[in-house]
C-alpha cells in the first residue's frame, strides 16, 4: 500500500460511513470531551475489568520490531502508541479507519510517532501486504456481514509466514459471573457482540487452510486473542527484512 508522508491523513477517495455506526456510536466517536476520557488508560483498565494492558503485552509480543504493521481501526488509550514503540523507526506502521474524526484524533496525539493514517472501509480490500495486521477490540461493533468482510480482508493482507490478530470479546464461561453483567449492557449498546460470542473468528474466514490458528482466551473467557499465521506456499520463505543493527 502506498502511503502518504507520516502524520497526515491519506483521504484520496470518497468514504462514507456506514449507517449503523453513526446510529450506535456517534454519541462515542463523534463526541469529543467523552473521547478524551475514554482515551484515559485509567477508564480503558477500568472498562475492560483490568485486563486491557494485559491485552496489549500479548499482542505486541506478535510484533516485530523494523515489520510493517496495518492497524484495522483507531483505539482509545496508549495501544496505538505502544506499538509505535514496538515497531520502530525502522518499520512500518499504517493505521486506517473509516471515521475521518477518529484518524484525525489519533494523529493529534501521535504526531511524534512515525505512522501513516489513511481512511479506508476496512469491509474493501487493502492494496498492500503486511507482517502483521491488528484488529484490535474492533469486531464486536460489526454487523455480521462487515464482520465477514473485515476479517477476510485483514486476512488476505498478510504477507506469507505473516499473521493476523484479532482481539477482542469471548463468551465468558458459565463460572464468569460478569456474563448476568454483560449481556444486558451488550444489547444496549453493543448489540453484534452476541453473533461474535457464538461463532468463532475462524469460522468468518474463506480460506481458513490458509493459515494455522492458535486461539487465548482471558479473565474466564472473557476476552479472546485469536492468532492466524499464513502459511508459507509454494516453498517460499516468509519476507523478512534485515535488521538494522
Not at 180 to 201: G, Y
Request: contains cysteine.
Amino acid at each position: 500500500m502506498s502511503v502518504a508522508k507520516s502524520n497526515v491523513v491519506k483521504n484520496s477517495k470518497i468514504v462514507k460511513e456506514p449507517l449503523y455506526l453513526k446510529e450506535l456510536y456517534g454519541f462515542l466517536y463523534h463526541n469529543p470531551k467523552l473521547e478524551k476520557f475514554m482515551d484515559d488508560d485509567r477508564i480503558q483498565a477500568l472498562l475492560s475489568f483490568g485486563f486491557k494492558g494485559k491485552l496489549i503485552d500479548d499482542m505486541l509480543e506478535d510484533v516485530g520490531t523494523n515489520s510493517s504493521v496495518l492497524q484495522i481501526g483507531c483505539t482509545f488509550g496508549s495501544q496505538m502508541q505502544k506499538t509505535a514503540d514496538k515497531i520502530g523507526r525502522y518499520g512500518s506502521y499504517v493505521i486506517v479507519d473509516v471515521s475521518n474524526e477518529q484518524l484525525e484524533r489519533a494523529r493529534g496525539q501521535l504526531i511524534d510517532k512515525k505512522i501513516d493514517f489513511e481512511r479506508h472501509d476496512a469491509r474493501k480490500p487493502f492494496n498492500g501486504k503486511y507482517d502483521t495486521v491488528i484488529c484490535f477490540m474492533l469486531l464486536h461493533e460489526l454487523p455480521e456481514t462487515s464482520r465477514e468482510k473485515v476479517i477476510n480482508n485483514a486476512l488476505a493482507a498478510v504477507k506469507n509466514g505473516g499473521r493476523a490478530i484479532f482481539i477482542d470479546y469471548h463468551q465468558p464461561s458459565d463460572f464468569n459471573v460478569l456474563r448476568f453483567i454483560l449481556k444486558p449492557f451488550n444489547r444496549l449498546f453493543f448489540p453484534f457482540v452476541e453473533k461474535l460470542w457464538k461463532n468463532p473468528i475462524k469460522n468468518y474466514a474463506r480460506k481458513s487452510n490458509h493459515f494455522s490458528w492458535y486461539k487465548k482466551s482471558y479473565g474466564a473467557q472473557m476476552f479472546q486473542k485469536v492468532t492466524a499465521v499464513r502459511r508459507v506456499s509454494d516453498g517460499k520463505k516468509p519476507e523478512t527484512k534485515p535488521s538494522f543493527y
